[in-house]
C-alpha cells in the first residue's frame, strides 16, 4: 500500500528553520516526482515545491524562493524540504504528494497524498 508521512513540523520563532521530511513505503519512490503544498487556515492549499524523480529538476512559488530548499534521497525514500528564514505566514499545515507522471505545483497533478504536518511560526 503506497504511503506518504509527512513529520518534522512544530513550532519556530520568526526567522528560524525546520527540515520537514515526506518517508514513502509501499512504493519505489524513484519512479515519482514529489510535491510540497501548503494550506493556512481560510486558505486554499498551495503548491510550493517539486522535484523531479530522480532530482534533477525543482521548482518553487516565488513565496519561498530562495528560503527553502526541496532534496530527495531516494535510498531512504524520502523528500525534505529546509525551511529557512520562516515567516508568520509560513504557518500551515504541510503536505507532500506524489504522482508517477505528474510534475509541478497544481494540486491534481498528484494522485498520492500525505496526511500533513503542521508548521507554526510565531511573531
Known amino acids: 500500500q503506497l504511503q506518504l508521512v509527512e513529520s518534522g513540523g512544530g513550532l519556530v520563532q520568526t526567522g528560524g528553520s525546520l527540515r520537514l521530511s515526506c518517508a514513502a513505503s509501499?512504493?519505489?519512490?524513484?519512479?515519482?516526482?514529489i510535491g510540497w503544498f501548503r494550506q493556512a487556515p481560510g486558505k486554499e492549499r498551495e503548491g510550493i515545491s517539486c522535484?523531479?524523480?530522480?532530482?534533477?529538476?525543482?521548482n518553487y512559488a516565488d513565496s519561498v524562493k530562495g528560503r527553502f530548499t526541496i532534496s530527495r534521497d531516494n535510498v531512504k525514500s524520502t523528500v525534505y524540504l529546509q525551511m529557512n528564514s520562516l515567516k508568520p505566514e509560513d504557518t500551515a499545515v504541510y503536505y507532500c504528494?506524489?504522482?508517477?507522471?505528474?510534475?509541478?505545483?497544481?494540486?491534481?497533478?498528484?494522485?498520492?497524498w500525505g496526511q500533513g504536518t503542521q508548521v507554526t511560526v510565531s511573531s
Open positions: 509501499g512504493f519505489a519512490l524513484d519512479y515519482y516526482a
Open positions: 522535484i523531479s524523480s530522480y532530482g534533477g529538476s525543482t
Open positions: 504528494a506524489a504522482d508517477r507522471t505528474g510534475w509541478g505545483l497544481r494540486i491534481d497533478e498528484y494522485s498520492y
